[in-house]
């Protein structure tokens, strides 16, 4: 049977007035009640009634789009109807702590199952989800398909007391997935199994060869897709030609993020320690996270970021899945990351409050070279090494573009957009559009003299020597292999080293050029030809660093890391009058006593933006709190009264 799509054209704020099911008044009641929101946003309306009402759904939403809501909703609904507990399915520990904590705080009961806990705390919980008093229960794949575990959901199932299966992250399952994991291929069993339960697959990303394969290996087939816009109109996309990648980056950081939360994505161990230190000895708080630390040494980084404010966290992308922290400020990339799913994922990371946030990167001719040279040394098959070439082309060309980013980027996903100039964090393309040359002749040259460089005793180069020939340039080394004496010497003097350099990152990615070795140098393919015959065009962007930012904050880079360390109390997320300013920094500090009172990070107390709007509207009682949207009744009774206290202060 062919799958029914929803393809939801609406952006993720827009909010929808609630399901129109049979189990709407009581979706929107858990909304209200239990989340504090008045409406469901976008999809989640229909989504959330259709699972509550027992259908199979796989739902595609960007990260910050309210996906948990979609499960989290229809399993309080379901528990509410005597159907049990529902079994989220989550590749993280640090994923299922910040879901639980968040829940017990909404006043729902959750729990999770993992390496964290003792015998007796696993066996309390068992207990508990045996007895149906759970609401939700997070576990990892491995340990659901486990003969025990699957035991226990065969009793729960034989009592009608499982209400549903969330399985997040799902594009874990597809080998065409940015973060693939086998444990997952084995959740089909939850389908041939349980065929009566109801299951919601979701994932921030996929395309259409990750989505397909998400259907098949789940069984999904006969599961409704809704497809939100992937559009994050919040997130200001820039990326620059790397020139001294460090000092761009703290540049970046000075100018626009100063005291900000930011992750720094690097793609060795060694880059990540090297930087955070590096950081750290500039005057900005630090920490690198990656999988060779102890595992105490990632937990404590992880925990730090979490709960503190204004942290970098320096990373491997073994950090960041299921990470809710909402107010990210930036996510920056010092590599190429593999594909655009990989980039869209790791950029999503910022800005979940919808509030402004930047995605930067810096990128150059070494990382299109080892990213190709990974994919051409892989054991893979050569079916999937042409679907990872042409995703890095996608993501060069996204590079490369001389056009809208976030166009590229939502085109990728298959979704239409207007060039985002209509927002006020547009793309830096459309903030200073780049001039642009015609590289189809240079691309020409540079051919023709990595073809001389063979017929000139058969040696290969790597790309500095290449380019200091195509200048002019005499080096030792061009004198020692008589390069001057070719033809192609100096026939691109009036081409910049920059703009070889990207002559040659397109040359790569595009599979007109490889690099051999541990030198990296160059060697024609076959269809290097079609370059030289003029059949190739090539119009790239010039090789000149666009501005860090589009100055949304007005800093100077000058400021020392003494002033840095001293702003102790951010700016409110939004605009307010200076009585409220201060209403606000009160209800932080009071905040803050809460968090760590209850060993929680803040934001799932209140978020910033939640805190902002009391600090403006000033509420006078509790009725007045309860309308602020993020207030649900279990948090109305637990602190509405001090939230008055401290605005009377």
């Not at 990326?239 to 950081?253: G, M, S, T």
Request: charged share 25%; net charge negative.
């Amino acid at each position: 049977m062919t799958p029914d799509f929803d393809v939801i054209d609406a952006a993720p704020a827009e909010a929808s007035t609630g399901p129109v099911g049979a189990h709407g008044l009581a979706a929107i009641s858990v909304l209200q009640t239990v989340f504090g929101y008045a409406a469901f946003r976008g999809a989640q309306a229909e989504i959330v009634d259709h699972v509550c009402a027992g259908g199979d759904a796989l739902v595609l939403m960007p990260t910050g789009g309210g996906k948990s809501l979609c499960y989290q909703v229809p399993a309080i609904v379901r528990h509410r109807a005597d159907q049990g507990v529902a079994i989220v399915v989550s590749p993280l520990i640090a994923l299922m702590h910040d879901q639980v904590g968040a829940l017990e705080e909404a006043g729902v009961h959750a729990a999770y199952l993992n390496s964290s806990l003792t015998s007796e705390d696993a066996q309390r919980i068992e207990r508990e989800m045996m007895g149906g008093r759970l609401v939700l229960l997070y576990a990892a794949p491995e340990r659901i398909t486990t003969p025990r575990f699957l035991a226990q959901l065969d009793s729960l199932h034989e009592r009608g007391l499982l209400s549903l299966f969330a399985i997040d992250e799902a594009h874990c399952v597809s080998q065409w997935g940015h973060d693939f994991r086998e444990d997952y291929l084995s959740l089909n069993v939850l389908h041939e199994r349980y065929p009566g339960v109801p299951r919601i697959a979701l994932t921030a990303t996929a395309d259409d060869l990750t989505r397909a394969d998400i259907i098949e290996r789940l069984q999904l087939e006969e599961a409704r897709i809704f497809i939100s816009s992937f559009d994050r109109p919040n997130i200001r996309y820039g990326i620059v030609e790397k020139d001294n990648a460090r000092a761009q980056l703290l540049r970046f950081i000075q100018d626009e993020h100063d005291g900000d939360a930011g992750i720094v994505y690097c793609q060795s161990r060694k880059k990540v320690d090297e930087t955070a230190a590096w950081l750290s000895s500039e005057g900005i708080t630090a920490l690198p996270y990656h999988a060779g630390l102890d595992a105490d040494v990632r937990r404590r980084h992880q925990d730090r970021f979490l709960r503190e404010e204004g942290l970098v966290m320096v990373a491997t992308i073994a950090f960041g899945m299921g990470i809710d922290k909402p107010d990210v400020r930036f996510v920056a990339h010092l590599d190429l990351p593999k594909n655009i799913e990989s980039y869209y994922q790791e950029t999503g990371r910022a800005g979940r409050d919808g509030l402004p946030a930047d995605a930067w990167m810096t990128y150059g001719l070494a990382d299109v070279v080892n990213q190709r040279r990974m994919i051409d040394d892989s054991p893979a098959g050569d079916e999937f090494k042409r679907g990872q070439v042409g995703k890095l082309e996608a993501l060069l060309a996204l590079a490369e573009s001389h056009d809208c980013r976030r166009v590229r980027l939502l085109a990728y996903f298959g979704e239409a957009s207007p060039p985002c100039t209509r927002f006020q964090n547009a793309c830096d393309n459309c903030l200073s559009p780049p001039v642009t040359w015609n590289a189809t002749e240079a691309a020409r040259k540079a051919l023709s003299c990595i073809y001389r460089f063979h017929q000139n005793g058969g040696q290969r180069f790597g790309a500095g020597h290449l380019i200091d020939v195509l200048r002019g340039k005499v080096t030792d080394k061009v004198t020692q292999h008589g390069h001057a004496s070719l033809s192609t010497f100096g026939v691109g003097a009036d081409v910049s080293e920059g703009q070889w350099r990207a002559v040659l990152r397109q040359l790569i990615a595009l599979g007109h050029l490889r690099t051999e070795g541990e030198y990296h140098t160059l060697e024609l393919t076959a269809s290097a030809r079609e370059v030289l015959r003029g059949e190739v065009q090539l119009l790239l962007r010039e090789a000149t660093e666009a501005p860090s930012g589009g100055g949304r904050r007005g800093k100077t880079a000058s400021r020392g890391s003494a002033a840095r360390s001293a702003d102790k109390n951010k700016a409110p997320p939004v605009p307010l009058d200076a009585e409220a300013t201060e209403r606000f920094s009160a209800l932080k500090a009071w905040r803050a006593e809460v968090a760590r009172e209850h060993n929680l990070p803040a934001y799932v107390v209140f978020h910033d933006a939640t805190l902002a709007e009391m600090a403006r509207a000033q509420p006078q009682s509790l009725d007045d709190i309860a309308q602020i949207s993020g207030v649900g009744a279990k948090k109305l009774e637990a602190y509405g009264r001090e939230i008055l206290r401290v605005l009377e202060s």
